[in-house]
């Protein structure tokens, strides 16, 4: 298979500036990050951002995981593709009016790997941050790479004033202790958290509605009370999410009648209480 090389290059001051000028029309920046992937974390934040779409916000979705993008499919757009204009780099249009910017966008080989060399990487999500004409936003929302490590670390570095950051997680011990790292993060960045959303908590059966749980555990609520957070919302797994994820039909899911949604109205609900309380 072919692989892409990606490099790009520019002046660090001119970047500083595009970046600032940027960003001064985006009211609030969330962040969404997990201790390790396939947590649902890509789920949970397309799920945030088109609630808040639903809602009338102007929303944009920023796909900052470089590996893995999985946003576009999510919300049906993976055909687009993100064009250089006049004023930068336009977004792709997601379902109700939300802005989605990719890397996948800017791939002309989608099917192959993305090979980064390392010092690039940091060099070209910056450069993207910088380029993006997001245009005014109520809300953009940042699904992290996953982990505590260098591009995280870069991204929340470089979009600064992030007002704050929901960690995504599922029931197990494992998640436990990779939880306890992302909180640990994002309060070295001082970007505060606002909440953990703990994923996949049980299992709804589709023919009788009988709950039960897949992992053993309650690693949200032992870290919430650790680590004096507050557990957002529970989603449980429900094969007809999962579905919609492959179908690319996020939207539409939404908009029916499920425990998800009544879910995601909490954790949404909850986020805006926050974000209006720091508004001044
Ligand atoms: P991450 O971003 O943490 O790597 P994703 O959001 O890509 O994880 O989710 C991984 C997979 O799990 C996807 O196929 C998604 O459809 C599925 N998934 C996530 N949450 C749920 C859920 N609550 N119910 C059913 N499927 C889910």
């Given at each position: 298979m072919e692989a892409v090389l990606i490099s790009f290059g520019a002046h660090a001051m001119a970047l500083e500036?595009?970046?600032?000028?940027?960003?001064?029309?985006?009211?609030?920046?969330?962040?969404?990050?997990?201790?390790?992937?396939?947590?649902?974390?890509?789920?949970?934040?397309?799920?945030?951002?088109?609630?808040?779409a639903m809602k009338g916000w102007k929303v944009g979705i920023m796909d900052a995981d470089l590996h893995g993008p999985s946003v576009p499919k999510l919300l049906g757009v993976e055909d687009s593709y993100m064009y250089k204009e006049q004023y930068g780099l336009t977004p792709v249009?997601?379902?109700?009016?939300?802005?989605?910017?990719?890397?996948?966008?800017?791939?002309?080989?989608?099917?192959?790997?993305?090979?980064?060399?390392?010092?690039?990487?940091?060099?070209?999500?910056?450069?993207?941050?910088?380029?993006?004409?997001?245009?005014?936003l109520d809300l953009l929302v940042i699904d992290l790479p996953p982990g505590t490590g260098d591009e995280p670390l870069t991204i929340a570095q470089t979009?600064?004033?992030?007002?704050?950051?929901?960690?995504?997680?599922?029931?197990?011990?494992?998640?436990?202790?990779?939880?306890?790292?992302?909180?640990?993060?994002?309060?070295?960045?001082?970007?505060?958290?606002?909440?953990?959303v703990e994923n996949m908590y049980e299992v709804i059966c589709p023919v009788c509605g009988h709950r039960f749980k897949i992992f053993k555990g309650e690693a949200a609520s032992e870290i919430a009370e650790l680590l004096r957070v507050k557990v957002l919302g529970r989603i449980p797994f429900d094969p007809e999410l999962s579905e919609a994820c492959d179908k690319g039909a996020l939207a539409q899911y939404l908009g029916r009648d499920t425990i998800v949604r009544r879910e995601v109205e909490l954790i949404s609900k909850a986020i805006e209480d926050y974000l209006r309380g720091i508004e001044h």
């Open positions: 500036d595009k970046l600032r000028s940027r960003m001064k029309n985006i009211k609030h920046k969330l962040m969404v990050m997990s201790g390790k992937g396939g947590v649902g974390k890509s789920t949970i934040a397309t799920l945030i951002a088109l609630k808040f249009i997601g379902p109700f009016g939300i802005k989605v910017v990719s890397i996948y966008f800017l791939l002309s080989n989608r099917r192959s790997p993305i090979i980064w060399r390392g010092p690039l990487k940091s060099a070209f999500i910056r450069q993207i941050l910088a380029e993006v004409a997001w245009g005014a979009v600064k004033d992030i007002d704050g950051s929901v960690v995504v997680t599922i029931p197990s011990k494992v998640s436990r202790i990779v939880v306890e790292r992302a909180i640990e993060f994002s309060r070295a960045l001082k970007v505060p958290i606002i909440g953990i």
